[in-house]
């Protein structure tokens, strides 16, 4: 959506406007330039929900759950705006 915006106005990515996106997606690698996104692994959330329901229903205590961050993969739609 971003990336047809932009260009309805004639802006550069990315020395008009960055662009970045919550989720890594395949059309983040697609489109040139490729867009700067966090990333994160869904199949090991998925595994780790599935374990916790597995733990829930065997009558197991779960207190708390930290699931590991997003990692941001900095790509050429947001070159030159990030420190």
Do not use: N, Y
């Amino acid at each position: 959506l971003a990336l047809g915006a932009e260009a309805e106005v004639a802006w550069a990515i990315p020395d008009d406007v960055a662009i970045a996106s919550f989720e890594d997606s395949p059309i983040c690698h697609i489109v040139r330039p490729q867009i700067t996104a966090l990333s994160r692994d869904p199949a090991q959330l998925g595994a780790d929900a599935a374990q916790l329901l597995l733990d829930r229903l065997a009558g197991k205590d779960v207190d708390e759950v930290v699931e590991p961050g997003m990692e941001l993969e900095v790509r050429g739609s947001t070159v030159g705006h990030l420190p």
